[in-house]
């Protein structure tokens, strides 16, 4: 089974709607991340929690929102979608005691059409 | 700011061949840098991560390289197969404290059999 796992894996909303995109990860990571990726801007954070109580925005906050209901579980929410928030949206956790330093291990991202 | 910049945008090479991608990055104080590849319209997956501190680190047929004087990063991938074929992307930490990774745009590589 996927150490993170993202659900949905596709989904096509219109202008509006409130969305949530949910994550799951167990490696027992503290710290999780949301991105997005555009074509031709790469990838970007728009939020980060180093643990439950700990929640801090990344550089395109803007009109997202999130929750960590859980160490495992951190969730990602668009209040009122609009199309520019059409995008691939990654979780990604890390562990910054393990060895690794912080390598950050992603899901497999959540393909966001907003029409 | 910290911008990384992967040259060539795409690279089709044969199979059998190594092959060498690059990662160049404007600021040398970072933290350390990690290299991906992505599947089409599906998540990363990480192959290195290179600390500072580190010349080079190797997986398999993987070997990344980095240069921070320079800013500079290399992957090379040995005896590259078709299920070499994806995106690679580098990524760097710009500092300890830093969360975000900056990203890379990208080389999409295709090995033809």
């Known amino acids: 089974d996927a150490d993170v796992t993202q659900t949905p894996r596709n989904r096509i909303t219109k202008t509006g709607k409130r969305i949530m995109l949910e994550c799951s990860q167990t490696?027992?990571?503290?710290?999780m991340y949301w991105y997005r990726q555009d074509p031709g801007l790469g990838l970007r954070l728009i939020y980060y929690?180093?643990?439950?109580?700990?929640?801090n925005k990344g550089e395109i906050s803007d009109g997202y929102s999130v929750s960590r209901q859980a160490q495992a579980k951190f969730s990602l929410s668009l209040e009122s979608a609009i199309p520019n928030q059409t995008a691939l949206y990654f979780c990604?956790?890390?562990?910054?005691?393990?060895?690794?330093?912080?390598?950050?291990?992603f899901g497999p991202g959540t393909r966001l059409t907003v029409l | 700011k910290q911008e990384v910049t992967q040259i060539p945008a795409a690279l089709s090479v044969p199979e059998g061949e190594n092959l060498v991608l690059n990662c160049s990055f404007t600021d040398s104080a970072i933290y350390n840098l990690q290299w991906f590849r992505q599947d089409p319209g599906k998540g990363l997956t990480s192959l290195l991560l290179i600390q500072s501190s580190q010349r080079e680190q190797t997986s398999g047929r993987l070997n990344a390289s980095l240069d921070k004087s320079s800013g500079r990063s290399t992957l090379y991938i040995a005896a590259s197969q078709p299920g070499d074929s994806a995106t690679y992307l580098c990524a760097v930490r710009p500092g300890q404290g830093a969360q975000k990774l900056v990203f890379g745009q990208g080389t999409r590589l295709t090995i033809n059999p």
């Open positions: 929690s180093f643990d439950v109580k700990d929640i």
């Open positions: 990604a956790t890390s562990d910054p005691t393990s060895g690794g330093a912080g390598e950050q291990f």
């Open positions: 490696k027992g990571h503290d710290r």
